[in-house]
């Protein structure tokens, strides 16, 4: 398993790691975080980077639940600036 090619920002350093999982929504969001965290990601660049690499390394299956996690957290950092 290899990230996406054209990574620029802080992600393009990270490995990727396969985990069983009972529950995926948890789980992503608990990655996302330990991500954004452990990365120090602030820009939205590198946010957006983050969703990129987790949309391609899973299943289409996991697709939404990896946008919601992704939306929620956004929301927490940014709130609604629409």
Known sequence: MQLPTGLQ????????EVILSQNPYKD???SMISMI???DLKR???LEELLQCYISLN?????S????AFSELWFQ?????S
């Open 9 to 16: 920002g802080k992600v393009k350093d990270s490995i990727p």
């Open 28 to 30: 992503f969001r608990h």
């Open 37 to 39: 965290l452990e990365k």
């Open 44 to 46: 939205t660049t590198d």
């Open 59 to 63: 299943a289409p299956y996991f697709s």
């Open 65 to 68: 639940l990896i946008i919601q």
């Open 77 to 81: 950092i940014f709130g609604d600036r």
